[in-house]
């Protein structure tokens, strides 16, 4: 019932910025916790960010200073803003939302998105 579709991810030179973002739609769908994660080739899932919906926010130590989450709580969007990009930064980047569905009871449900590739390349 919910999808996440990301977009803005492509190309980006090192030292330059780039914005992605992913919207969590489905009838009824809240969400809690919403984040990012990456996940280069040969390499395990990590975590990038992530938002509460009250504003809280958790980052990485890699991306600290470089990466801001943001969101959009009655639009079920969440935002990563990447600033100063290294080649490092290269990436499969994987939304992720986590929360219930309203009237529905207690239970939470965890979707992720399809990925977008982020490229940073000179």
């Known amino acids: 019932q919910v999808q996440l579709v990301e977009s803005g991810g492509g190309l980006v030179q090192p030292g330059g910025s780039l914005r992605i973002s992913c919207v969590a739609s489905g009838s009824g769908f809240r969400a809690n916790v919403m984040g990012w994660y990456r996940q280069a080739p040969g390499k395990q899932r990590e975590l990038v960010a992530v938002?509460?919906?009250?504003?809280?926010?958790n980052y990485a130590d890699s991306v600290k200073g470089r990466f801001t989450i943001s969101r959009d709580n009655a639009k079920n969007t969440v935002y990563l803003q990447m600033n100063s990009l290294k080649p490092e930064d290269t990436a499969v980047y994987y939304c992720n939302a986590e929360g219930r569905y309203v009237g529905r009871g207690p239970t939470t449900y965890l979707y992720w998105g399809q990925g977008t590739q982020v490229t940073v390349s000179s």
């Open positions: 938002i509460s919906t009250g504003g809280s926010t």
